[in-house]
Nanobody
Framework: QVRLVESGGGSVQPGGSLRLSCATSGFAFQFYTIAWYRQAPGTPREWVASIDLVGEPTYNDTVKGRFTISRDDAEDTAFLQMNDLKSEDTAIYYC???????????WGQGIQVTVSS
């Protein structure tokens, strides 16, 4: 019954913005570190950003300064604000929730982000 559902993806021109949402249910969201990953065709899955239990974010250098990860524990939802999008940001983006004490790791189904002119 664990669910992580991404939304907010789509197509945008270079320099544009998108805001991804990850709506979750079925687990104790507030006790999980939330991360976004992405995978472009023919490439390995890449970590994008994480946010810990107290809201401390970390970012892959490829998106630092352009993307912002956040979480709303009252709504069990995480977000990824993506600004100044580039063609190389094109990928399927996945939401991930991890709680290391219990070795729990949940994944969303992924959502397409396409950046092209």
């Amino acid at each position: 019954q664990v669910r992580l559902v991404e939304s907010g993806g789509g197509s945008v021109q270079p320099g544009g913005s998108l805001r991804l949402s990850c709506a979750t249910s079925g687990f104790a969201f507030q006790f999980y570190t939330i991360a976004w990953y992405r995978q472009a065709p023919g490439t390995p899955r890449e970590w994008v950003a994480s946010i810990d239990l107290v809201g401390e974010p970390t970012y892959n250098d490829t998106v630092k300064g352009r993307f912002t990860i956040s979480r709303d524990d009252a709504e069990d939802t995480a977000f990824l604000q993506m600004n100044d999008l580039k063609s190389e940001d094109t990928a399927i983006y996945y939401c991930n929730a991890e709680q290391t004490k219990w070795a729990r790791n949940f994944w969303g189904q992924g959502i397409q982000v396409t950046v092209s002119s």
